[in-house]
């Protein structure tokens, strides 16, 4: 396996981008596609069908941005992983998540699992029709971005 494909990142943004907040992974993903990024990442705007992990080259880091009900504060941020979701049955906080382990077992079955997968969340504010954020989810959305980017960037580029 070449350093190019071991070293593969995608950012998957999922939720739905008509239901204002629920949107954020999408809108994060669109906001993230236009920056100059100096890592090769992969931008995926999953919506709410997460049978979208693309097959091919290993992936070595998958950050999946969605919104999260988490109790705290609108806005507030977290991070997690798929074994923290299936160690503590109550931190299931969104919808997403189910199909989202459900694709992630598939793709280990298919031996395509990623690496290693990191879910950021955050706390919405709104969940009704429209497509825009909420002003206090809007103004978090360039800290969620910095958090993706710190995810990014700390992916290992080791041989396996």
Not at 110 to 125: L, Y
Request: hydrophobic letters at 40%.
């Amino acid at each position: 396996m070449d350093k190019k494909s071991n070293s593969r990142i995608v950012v998957l943004g999922v939720g739905n981008e008509l239901m204002k907040d629920d949107g954020i992974g999408v809108h994060l993903a669109r906001a993230l596609a236009k920056e100059n990024l100096t890592a090769p990442v992969e931008m995926i705007e999953g919506a709410t069908i997460l049978d979208c992990l693309p097959g091919g080259e290993p992936i070595s880091k998958l950050v999946v941005v969605d919104a999260v009900c988490g109790g705290g504060e609108p806005g507030a941020i977290y991070r997690f992983t798929p074994d923290q979701i299936e160690a503590e049955a109550n931190l299931m906080t969104s919808v997403h998540q189910l199909g989202l382990l459900d694709s992630l077992k598939m793709s280990e079955m298919a031996g395509i699992k990623p690496r290693e997968t990191v879910i950021i969340g955050v706390e919405p504010k709104e969940i009704a029709w429209g497509m825009e954020l909420s002003p206090e989810i809007q103004g978090r959305l360039p800290e969620v971005m910095r958090l993706v980017l710190k995810e990014v960037n700390s992916t290992s580029y080791k041989e396996s």
